[in-house]
C-alpha cells in the first residue's frame, strides 16, 4: 500500500491461525529461545501459567505474517521498511490457540516522497480475548505523479 491508501478510517482483520507444538518448537530452536515455559511440559506445569506458552516474539511473528496475507496488505507495493514495532503481551498464548490480528492506522506523518505510518494492531485468540498489542511503524512510499 502507498502512504495516500492508509485513510484515517482504515481497518482490516486478517484471517486466523492456529498456533502448533511445531510453531514453538521451531521458533524456539530457530532462535536459540532454549525456555523451559516455551519446550518443557513438567517445568511449565509447575508455573503461573500451568503448562507451555508461545513465545510473545512469536506470537508477533505469527500476527505480522497474518497481516502479509491480507489481500491488500501494507507491506506490499508502497512499502519500503519496517523502521520501528511496539509491542506489549496482555495474555498466554497457548498450542492451539487460533490468533487473527484486527488493525488499524494509527498516526501518520507524511514527508516529501513517502510518510510514516503507525498500523495498530490487536492480536486476538479464539476467545475473542487480546492476547497482545501490537504497533508496526513503517516507512511507505507516496504514489507517483504520472
Known amino acids: 500500500m502507498y502512504f495516500e491508501e492508509f485513510a484515517d478510517n482504515w481497518k482490516a482483520t486478517t484471517k486466523g491461525r492456529t498456533v502448533s507444538e511445531g510453531d514453538i518448537v521451531t521458533f524456539?530452536?530457530?532462535?536459540?529461545?532454549?525456555?523451559?515455559?516455551?519446550?518443557?511440559?513438567e517445568v511449565a506445569k509447575k508455573t503461573d501459567f500451568g503448562g507451555r506458552i508461545a513465545p510473545g516474539?512469536?506470537?508477533?511473528?505469527?500476527?505480522?505474517?497474518?497481516?502479509?496475507?491480507?489481500?491488500?496488505?501494507p507491506f506490499e507495493g508502497g512499502f519500503i521498511a519496517l523502521v520501528g514495532l511496539n509491542m506489549k503481551a496482555k495474555k498466554r498464548v497457548r498450542i492451539g490457540d487460533t490468533l487473527t490480528c484486527s488493525m488499524h492506522v494509527g498516526e501518520k506523518k507524511e514527508r516529501t516522497e513517502n510518510g510514516i505510518v503507525h498500523l495498530i494492531s490487536d492480536v486476538l485468540n479464539q476467545s475473542g480475548e487480546s492476547v497482545m498489542e501490537i504497533e508496526h511503524i513503517i516507512l511507505v512510499q507516496k504514489k507517483k505523479e504520472k
Open 28 to 41: 524456539s530452536t530457530m532462535t536459540g529461545a532454549y525456555n523451559s515455559l516455551f519446550l518443557n511440559e
Open 57 to 73: 516474539l512469536l506470537t508477533a511473528s505469527i500476527a505480522t505474517g497474518l497481516v502479509y496475507l491480507l489481500p491488500q496488505s
